[in-house]
C-alpha cells in the first residue's frame, strides 16, 4: 500500500524540530565512493547509474535520476598511493562539466606539479533539486 505524509516540520523527541525543506534540499541526491587507479570501479553510490574513465584522473559519472539543472553543489577528494597525498576532486569544464544528467571529474594532487592523476579511493557528492 502506497501513502503519503504532508509535513512543513519534523520534530524529534530531544533533538529539536526543522523544516522539511532542509530535508528534501539539503541532502545528497547523487555521491560516489570509487576506485580511480587500475581498474576503475565504483565501491558504493547513490543514485549512480555507470563510471566511465576518460584520461589520467578523469572521469564521468551519469546519474540514475537526473538534476533538474547543471548548477548543483559539488565537493569531493581522496587520497593516491596508500593515503600518502591528497587528492582534490574537481569539475572537468573541458569534457562537459556538469548537465542534469552527467558530472564530469578530474582527480589532482598538489604533489603532482599540477597534472592530473588517477587517484587511489576517491569520493564525492552532490546536492541540488532532482528533477
Partial sequence: MAGKIV???LEHST?????TNYVVNGVAKHWVKFEGDGTVAVSDSLNNSSITDNATGKYN???A??????DY???GG??????????YML???DNGGTTTSTIFT???????????????????TNTGDLA
Fill in 7 to 9: 509535513a512543513d516540520t
Fill in 61 to 63: 559519472f551519469a546519474f
Fill in 91 to 93: 569539475i572537468e569544464h
Fill in 73 to 75: 553543489c559539488f565537493a
Fill in 78 to 87: 581522496g587520497t593516491v598511493d596508500a593515503g600518502l597525498y591528497n587528492v
Fill in 106 to 124: 578530474a582527480s589532482m594532487s598538489p604533489s603532482s606539479g599540477g597534472t592530473f592523476v588517477d587517484g587511489e579511493l576517491l569520493s564525492f
Fill in 15 to 19: 533533538a529539536g524540530s526543522i523544516a
Fill in 65 to 70: 535520476s537526473s538534476f533538474n539543472t547543471g
